[in-house]
Each structure stands twice: as structure tokens, then as C-alpha cells.
């Protein structure tokens, strides 16, 4: 395991799947990860708040491993409200970065193979979505064979 690296990101887990969402700050991250983690709890599966704002990854079995600093534990901003608590895990495993954008005729289809590079060696394939979408996880249903059961995850 390498030793953790402070990022800039909110990350959560659902079902099986490691979703770290990425972007500058006021971009969404925090509202797209309510909206997700929401849905998912109505739908059923298993879901958690990992860290917000601030995770620390690290490389680990192969894979990234995500965790909230401790002083953050469970917390998350609700841009316009203040701080909120949700059902949280200190750490999981990171399958997939997503980035909330503003979709132009531009960017309406983005190219194929983006990754989201962390640091050195600390990269996970990376999907964009669309902030003003209505329904994110019916996008990452879409998107991700068999989410949110199954972590494997395709290039996009």
C-alpha cells in the first residue's frame, strides 16, 4: 500500500462499486453524490459516503483505495444548507471517476479512453456527466454493465 495522498474529491460506494467524483470546486460534486446515494438507498442497495471534499487515496491491492480524513467522518456540504451527516464507510475501493460538467454541443460526446490521472501511477477511467442531469444513477445504469453490483468497469 503506498502512502495516502490528499485529493480534492468526494467518493462514495454503492452496491459493489467505488465512484470518485472529481471537479473544481462549485462544480457539483457534493450534490451529485446526494443525488446518488439518495437513489440508490430508495432503490435498495447498499450505499455509503466515504469522504467529501477531501479524500485521502492510496494504492492498495491493486487497486485505489479511498478514505475520509477522520475529522470529516460522515459529513457532507449541502451547498446552500450547511453541513449534513449521511450514512458513511471510513474506507472502499475506488472503481471509476466522474466528472459533473456543463454539456455544450462541444462536449455533448465526449472521446473514449479518458482516465482521471490522481498522481503517478494513481489513475481510474473517467465518465462525465452532465450536472443538470434529472437522474444520475439511471446514467451510471446506462453507462456501467451490471451497476451497481458489479465494480467491474468499462473504458468509456
Known sequence: MTAPLLVHATAISIGATGLLIVGPAGCGKSTLALALLATARRLGHQSALVGDDQVLVSQANGGILAQAPPNLFGMIEIRGSGIGQVPAVRQAM???AIAPILVKASNRIPEGGARHQLAAGLE????????????PFAVLEAMIPDFPDHA????F
Open 94 to 96: 475506488m472503481h471509476l
Open 124 to 135: 481510474l477511467p473517467l465518465l462525465t456527466i452532465d450536472r443538470l442531469v434529472t437522474d
Open 152 to 155: 467491474a468497469v468499462r473504458q
